[in-house]
T-cell receptor, first 113, second 116 residues
Framework: DAGVIQSPRHEVTEMGQEVTLRCKPISGHNSLFWYRQTMMRGLELLIYFNNNVPIDDSGMPEDRFSAKMPNASFSTLKIQPSEPRDSAVYFC???????????FGPGTRLTVL | AQTVTQSQPEMSVQEAETVTLSCTYDTSENNYYLFWYKQPPSRQMILVIRQEAYKQQNATENRFSVNFQKAAKSFSLKISDSQLGDTAMYFCAFMNTQGGSEKLVFGKGTKLTVNP
């Protein structure tokens, strides 16, 4: 299995631009998680889906952030408009029900200038 | 809300020696999982070991073992025969399984350096 796939690996953009991060979970996994890692706040959950349905989005910072999971093999995290404080590493992870073991993708390093 | 505390921001150990990383957590739940993740400079998050709270026996994975003290809410990681490749950030994480939630709560991490 290829593991969790994220794209792009690096993204540099200017303040005000729209940013879209993409994730393909491991085949057969039905839970998908988006995490953000910063020096100040560490690793924090933004949102997670189960069977393509958002279950907990309490970590989404504000309305500028949105996430979708149109099918079992694809999810996006969008930031519009982006701000310098959104600069971070964004991880996607997936899991299978009752297995309780999340597998992480390689992350996307986002820099907003 | 659950919290995870790692009190050692940085640690170092000589190659082949043993090192223990500390982690405490706070929860009122009875059913949960605890994890240690490793993040090398490549920034990939790698699961090292996990412990189910209902199991009294401490989990082990080759050179990695935990000391799980449920009453004290403590979950330390012991790395035996440290290798240079163990140099990484180590994160302790908590998952409350009540109600089907799979949310991971992470500590701030411990930066471990293995010296030759």
């Amino acid at each position: 299995d290829a593991g969790v796939i994220q794209s792009p690996r690096h993204e540099v953009t200017e303040m005000g631009q729209e940013v879209t991060l993409r994730c393909k979970p491991i085949s057969g996994h039905n839970s998908l998680f988006w995490y953000r890692q910063t020096m100040m706040r560490g690793l924090e959950l933004l949102i997670y889906f189960n069977n393509n349905v958002p279950i907990d989005d309490s970590g989404m910072p504000e309305d500028r952030f949105s996430a979708k999971m149109p099918n079992a093999s694809f999810s996006t995290l969008k930031i519009q408009p982006s701000e310098p404080r959104d600069s971070a590493v964004y991880f996607c992870a997936s899991d299978r029900d009752s297995y309780n073991e999340q597998f992480f993708g390689p992350g996307t390093r986002l820099t907003v200038l | 809300a659950q919290t995870v505390t790692q009190s050692q921001p940085e640690m170092s150990v000589q190659e082949a020696e043993t090192v223990t990383l500390s982690c405490t957590y706070d929860t009122s739940e009875n059913n949960y999982y605890l994890f240690w993740y490793k993040q090398p400079p490549s920034r990939q998050m790698i699961l090292v070991i996990r412990q189910e709270a209902y199991k009294q026996q401490n989990a082990t994975e080759n050179r990695f073992s935990v000391n799980f003290q449920k009453a004290a809410k403590s979950f330390s990681l012991k790395i035996s025969d440290s290798q240079l490749g163990d140099t990484a950030m180590y994160f302790c994480a908590f998952m409350n399984t009540q109600g089907g939630s799979e949310k991971l709560v992470f500590g701030k991490g411990t930066k471990l350096t293995v010296n030759p």
